[in-house]
């Protein structure tokens, strides 16, 4: 495949590791912008890929200057936004290991993450967020930097470090990043198989091979698509996409508070959009809830254009081609109604993507009608590389799509699914043993049943841990 040949290719110059890919990017579109913040509630303010590449390198010299070593891991706690990324880049160069924490997370949650992990130091929003950890953390830490120190003279004010002048330009020099590709580079928690939470660790090579997935898949992405960064930075999910945006040059618009990207959505301007299920569902709502307040004749004349465009998409779905008569109405029914529904997103949308849970097949084939398909990706936390994707040509509703590049996936007897490859976990965190539910071949156990088509597109049924016989021997899954 062409498009993962070049994306290998990139992320072989970049040395497989998360540094390097953004040094990569920086010597080839330093001046083009990277992340934009709100610096105002009417001003969005850009950092070009060179300022982000300066901005890291400082980081990462002041970190490496208190005494963070590699190997040693630093907690991020925070809401959404350019410097959190800066420090996630900063502390993996310095050779450190990331830990997304979740400001909204109960406090004995936090306690007990810092205290596996053995926090060296700790990335905050606030000073006042230090009252979350443990005094057996405090006691470990070798430094606290915050976003806003707030005066705080036993914190490090990132923002007025990072505003600092810097005396060489800021340039990298030789040996600025110590990152190598098989040192840890993050530790994500999840609940395993137990309801417990269990850290797993990622490697360097292991995120960039998921970089490589996602950039073999979105091959038109470019440097003028534009991204929103919503979802919670302490989860992979958003992490991985923001690092995707490094590989093609895309640009990073960052929402701190989840709850009004609709409010700053026309501003973006989106070309692609990153969601969950209940956000899908609240934005279909919202748009019936608007339908539902017009004039009835309107509401007949959307209703038919949306009729029109649930044909045209069956159609092409099915790939079949319209008759003449109804490719007109089709046109008409876009040019008067599902363009201008189409721009609830922006003028630039082009497809969005959903994960972490099912979406329901109508609210799809609703959302194709006025033009929006939505990609179901489909991956587990015991593996980096999504498991599965649906991709802008080849995508089959009711399916979380086929293999990603670097998955292999196979079926147990019994029908649950079974994945293999570099991105598969070797193991929990703190654990001396190979999980049982890893086989002698590498194959992980996703504790999810499910079937395969002809054309490789995996569909889910439900939890293995949730389904039940009856009688008479048939598997019923309630989720579904």
């Known amino acids: ?106 406090d004995e949650q ?30 470990k830490l070798r430094f606290v930097a915050c976003f806003d120190a707030d005066g705080d003279s036993q914190a490090i004010d990132l923002r007025a470090l990072l505003a600092e002048p810097s005396s060489d330009g800021g340039l990298p020099e030789a040996g600025w990043q110590l990152a190598q590709p098989e040192w840890p580079a993050t530790i994500i928690f999840t609940s395993g198989t137990t309801g417990e939470p269990k850290g797993i660790e990622y490697t360097h090579r292991q995120v960039c091979l998921a970089v490589l997935a996602i950039l073999s898949t979105f091959p038109d992405v470019d440097p003028s698509y534009r991204l929103v960064c919503w979802l919670p930075l302490a989860q992979l999910f958003q992490r991985m996409i923001n690092l995707s945006a490094i590989g093609r040059g895309a640009q990073t618009y960052y929402v701190s508070d989840p709850r009004q990207v ?33 004039p009835a004749w309107r509401q007949s004349i959307v209703r038919w254009a949306v009729a029109v465009g649930d044909r045209h998409a069956m159609a092409a779905r099915d790939e079949r081609r319209p008759d003449v008569i109804s490719r007109l109405a089709f046109a008409l029914a876009d040019r008067l109604v599902l363009g201008k529904l189409r721009h609830i997103l922006g003028p630039n949308i082009q ?53 990603a590049p670097g998955s292999e996936l196979r079926l147990a007897a019994d ?29 992980l156990a996703t504790g999810d049943f499910g079937s395969i088509d002809a054309d490789g597109y995996l569909t889910l049924s439900g939890r293995k841990a949730e389904i039940f016989k009856t009688s008479t021997g048939r598997r019923i899954a309630p989720a579904a």
């Open 262 to 294: 609709m409010q700053h959505i026309g501003d973006i301007a989106p070309h692609l959009f990153i969601g969950v299920p209940r956000f899908y569902e609240k934005l279909y709502a919202g748009i019936q809830q608007a339908l539902g307040q017009q």
């Open 1 to 106: 495949m062409t498009e993962h040949r070049a994306a290998k290719d990139l992320l072989e110059e970049a040395g497989w590791t998360i540094p390097g890919l953004l040094q990569w990017r920086s010597a080839r579109t330093p001046d083009l912008p990277a992340l934009w913040d709100r610096v105002t509630p009417e001003k969005w303010q850009r950092t070009t890929w060179s300022d982000y590449l300066r901005a890291v390198v400082k980081l990462s010299g002041c970190f490496r200057g208190l005494g963070l070593q590699p190997g040693e891991r630093v907690g991020i706690m925070a809401p959404n936004g350019k410097e959190w990324d800066m420090a996630q880049l900063a502390i993996l160069a310095a050779g450190g290991v990331v830990i997304g924490l979740d400001p909204h997370g109960l």
């Open 110 to 139: 936090l306690r007990e993450i810092a205290q596996r992990c053995e926090f060296s130091a700790l990335v905050l929003a606030h000073p006042s967020q230090r009252a979350k950890f443990g005094e057996s953390t405090h006691e």
């Open 415 to 443: 029908g649950e699914v079974l994945v293999r490859g570099a991105g598969v976990f070797g193991g929990y965190h703190g654990q001396t043993t190979p999980p049982a539910s890893l086989d002698t071949e590498g194959f």
């Open 351 to 403: 497809f969005m993507i959903s994960g972490s849970a099912p979406m329901p097949l109508w609210l799809l084939e609703k959302f194709h009608a006025i033009g929006l398909p939505i990609l179901e990706a489909y991956g587990i936390s015991e593996n980096i590389i999504p498991n599965t994707l649906n991709r802008p040509d080849a995508f089959r509703f009711g399916t979380v799509g086929q293999a």
